[in-house]
């Protein structure tokens, strides 16, 4: 499938974001750990140019256990401290206070929601519709 977007016909040379533009920018997410990798890059991004998450993908993929959303939602103190000590995925302190929260004081109610026990809301069956909940 061919490039749509004015910036890969400008710079043929990114490779990142070609494959990114084709491959992924635009197309519905469907899959639980897809959309959680989206959200967690998107936190990380906040300030620093995509490109640099795009490189840093594969190190947020392996940091993050292929962003197994019930695998996360389990992490503990010791796995935030492991998260912000990896020198190969994005630490600067917002993107680190930022994933602290999430990880640290959602993950249990992220567990519950994932696994449809929702204590205000009705169950839920994935965690896209649990997103909507947030």
């Known amino acids: 499938m061919p490039s749509y977007c004015a910036y890969i016909r400008v710079h043929p040379d990114d490779e990142y974001n ?36 795009l490189k ?6 392996r940091a993050f256990e292929g ?12 796995d935030v401290a492991r998260l912000l000590a ?3 995925i994005i630490r600067n302190r917002l993107s680190q206070a930022a994933m602290d929260d999430f ?3 959602s993950a249990q109610r992220l567990f519950r929601v994932y696994n449809g026990i929702w204590q205000d809301h009705s169950a839920v069956e994935d965690f896209s519709s649990a997103l909507e909940i947030f």
């Not at 840093?56 to 993929?61: I, L, M």
């Not at 962003?67 to 010791?78: L, N, Q, S």
Request: net charge negative; proline share 3%.
């Open 18 to 53: 070609r494959r990114y533009h084709d491959e992924e920018y635009g197309f519905p997410l469907a899959d639980d750990n897809l959309l959680f990798e989206r959200l967690v890059l998107e936190i990380n991004q906040a300030g620093l140019s995509w490109l640099l998450i």
């Open 56 to 61: 840093k993908q594969p190190a947020f993929q």
């Open 67 to 78: 962003f197994d959303v019930a695998r996360v939602a389990a992490y503990d103190g010791a």
């Open 86 to 88: 990896d020198a190969s």
């Open 103 to 105: 990880v640290e004081e």
